[in-house]
């Protein structure tokens, strides 16, 4: 297949199309005339974790709420360890884009008074099912921002330690692009597909988080040399069972407690019912026999039931139509939930690029915001909006200072055969589904996943270090036949690097500190007195090298020893 090189200058490169690579683009487009451009391995409509819509906005300063307030709230929740100076500074800004979304056409529930309603302290209701064409539409009205739809982004193009842009492929046509940039942005998101489903089979990508994100960014920056943070503390949902809808729009929606089998409320006897306890609560009382288990809805009104018809309408129309083909409802019935597989996500955990106050990496030139970003769990939509702008000020503040490098031909024409080699391979022993299989049964039985109760060892995290070294090997003898198979076997690759740095998070924190998230069958306590600090690493010479850094507190101002 013959491929052609085509090369781009621009003064930013946002890598993502999503939430907060949109915000950011805005940003920058409204306050300069500086160049923009925006790469999306799919269509920047309905791409991202927006796709579907949303039909709350969770992270918010509600009435009674500061966004200190916010930062103690985000702190407990995560037994301690977060950037609290990254949250605060969401915190600062949440109000502030949640309106701009509202003048971009997004609409946000109002009472009587024209207040936005509340579904808890943190949280507003919204009609959401467009969310991201408005965010789309937003974009593509700016002259200044030039979007490449089908683009999927392989690698950073890196000059004397400085990331100079990035280099990828046409999903859609036979092209290489090399895109050279003063300043690039990585918005990719986190990390699904690396356990195995509890929904198998033709049902496997019916999962919680968007399963087109699959950790290019993440990988990216690892292979490259930034630094990582925090990436055994991984999500996993709470969610209805088999539609894998959330279950926060009922809980909080209509106020309802978990139950089991015996109808008997269970999550405080585990504890303060913290976003883990749930799940953890609901795990044990799984194991003990006292399952399923259930939000209680039966006896509802038939208001609240037909309003969380509706929720779900706007983003998990497979709940509503679940109570449809079965003649039923949440009023008739409770709704019996489960846990997912784990993802990794900066956006609702802290898994990510270790990045300062202003969302630049340890690399220069390199920026990460939303999910790809560690440090700030739950930031939600807003707060990936947040992040999206806090980038885009340091960009306006700083670009000045950057000017266009370029590889010389040979470096470029070594990362084209990088990419292109797999069309070159003779026919493997193995299938792309099935090297995915293989690393979604290593993770799942050997790193904690859904079949093992989350619970991993030492033994165990050995034994899955050394099978997907054996995957990386194999998965450079995939072939492809079409460029969609060939973005297969990069999102493969890339999540393997996750799998590798993820496993070896897992191991360094030697107590357990979110349940479930995070639970060593070999270390079942917490520590707060050897833990209280951030597991952080950088791959060097094949291995990823663990080290352990100190809190940061709220007004800090955290920098880069390098930078």
Same mark, same amino acid.
Request: hydrophobic share 35%.
């Given at each position: 297949m013959r491929f052609e090189i085509k090369t781009i200058e621009t003064d930013v490169l946002i890598i993502g199309g999503g939430t907060a690579g949109c915000f950011c683009a805005l940003t920058i487009s409204e306050q300069s005339d500086l160049n923009v451009v925006i790469t999306d391995k799919a269509h920047i409509k309905r791409s991202g974790c927006l796709a579907a819509g949303v039909n709350a906005l969770n992270a918010y300063i509600g009435k009674g709420e500061t966004p200190e307030s916010f930062v103690d709230y985000v702190r407990?929740?995560?037994?301690?360890?977060?950037?609290?100076?990254?949250?605060?500074?969401?915190?600062?800004?949440?109000?502030?884009?949640?309106?701009?979304?509202?003048?971009?056409?997004?609409?946000?529930? @109002?009472?009587?008074?024209? /207040?936005? %309603?509340?579904?808890?302290?943190?949280?507003?209701?919204? &009609?959401?099912? #467009? !969310? @991201?064409?408005?965010?789309? /539409?937003? %974009?593509?009205?700016?002259?200044?921002?030039?979007?490449? &739809?089908?683009? #999927? !982004?392989?690698?950073?193009?890196?000059?004397?330690?400085?990331?100079?842009?990035?280099?990828?492929?046409?999903?859609?046509? #036979?092209?290489?692009?090399?895109?050279?940039?003063?300043?690039?942005?990585?918005?990719?998101?986190?990390?699904?597909?690396?356990?195995?489903?509890?929904?198998?089979?033709?049902?496997?990508?019916?999962?919680?988080?968007?399963?087109?994100?699959?950790?290019?960014?993440?990988?990216?920056?690892?292979?490259?040399?930034?630094?990582?943070?925090?990436?055994?503390?991984?999500?996993?949902?709470?969610?209805?069972?088999?539609?894998?809808?959330?279950?926060?729009?009922?809980?909080?929606?209509?106020?309802?407690?978990?139950?089991?089998?015996?109808?008997?409320?269970?999550?405080?006897?585990?504890?303060?019912?913290?976003?883990?306890?749930?799940?953890?609560a609901t795990v044990k009382e799984n194991l003990k026999g006292n399952g399923p288990c259930f939000l209680k809805t039966r006896g509802i009104t038939r208001e609240q039931q037909n309003e969380l018809i509706k929720a779900y309408l706007n983003m998990a129309p497979a709940q509503a139509l679940k109570w449809v083909e079965m003649n039923s409802g949440p009023a008739e019935e409770n709704v019996e939930i489960e846990g997912t597989e784990p993802y990794i996500v900066g956006g609702h955990a802290a898994s990510g690029y270790w990045v300062d106050g202003d969302r630049r990496t340890t690399i220069q030139n390199l920026y990460a915001i939303g999910d790809v970003a560690g440090g700030s769990p739950k930031k939600y939509v807003t707060g990936c909006l947040a992040e999206g702008e806090i980038a885009a000020m340091s960009i306006l503040e700083t670009i000045k200072e950057g000017h266009i490098v370029r590889l010389s031909r040979d470096e470029i024409s070594g990362k084209s055969k990088d990419i292109l080699h797999f069309f070159s391979n003779e026919p493997p022993l193995y299938t792309i589904e099935e090297v995915e299989g293989a690393m979604q049964k290593v993770m799942d039985e050997y790193a904690g996943g859904i079949s093992m109760a989350y619970i991993y060892n030492n033994a165990k995290l050995a034994i899955a270090a050394k099978r997907i070294e054996e995957l990386l090997t194999i998965v450079e003898a995939l072939k492809a036949e079409s460029l969609h198979e060939l973005l297969s076997i990069f999102e493969i690759i890339d999540r393997l690097f996750v799998c590798k740095v993820l496993i070896k998070h897992l191991e360094a924190r030697q107590e357990t500190r979110w349940r479930c998230y995070q639970e060593n069958g070999d270390y079942p306590q917490k520590d707060d007195d050897r833990w209280m600090k951030y597991v952080n690493s950088v791959y060097k010479d094949g291995e990823v090298q663990i080290m352990l850094r100190e809190l940061v507190g709220r007004d800090e101002a955290y920098e880069h020893p390098s930078q």
């Open positions: 407990g929740d995560s037994e301690g360890v977060i950037r609290e100076d990254l949250v605060y500074s969401i915190a600062q800004r949440l109000n502030k884009v949640a309106q701009r979304l509202e003048e971009l056409g997004v609409p946000i529930l @109002k009472d009587q008074n024209g /207040e936005y %309603v509340q579904r808890g302290p943190r949280s507003v209701k919204i &009609n959401g099912e #467009n !969310i @991201k064409p408005l965010l789309a /539409e937003a %974009v593509l009205d700016k002259e200044n921002i030039n979007v490449l &739809n089908h683009v #999927n !982004i392989v690698d950073y193009l890196v000059k004397d330690g400085v990331v100079v842009g990035a280099v990828g492929f046409s999903l859609k046509d #036979n092209k290489i692009y090399e895109i050279y940039a003063k300043k690039t942005v990585c918005a990719t998101g986190g990390a699904a597909g690396l356990y195995k489903p509890n929904n198998p089979a033709f049902s496997r990508h019916k999962m919680w988080y968007s399963p087109f994100n699959t950790g290019a960014g993440y990988a990216m920056g690892v292979r490259a040399g930034a630094e990582m943070t925090t990436f055994e503390m991984r999500f996993i949902a709470l969610r209805c069972k088999d539609t894998i809808a959330p279950t926060g729009t009922i809980s909080q929606g209509i106020n309802t407690v978990q139950v089991n089998a015996k109808g008997e409320e269970y999550v405080g006897k585990y504890g303060e019912p913290t976003t883990y306890m749930r799940l953890y």
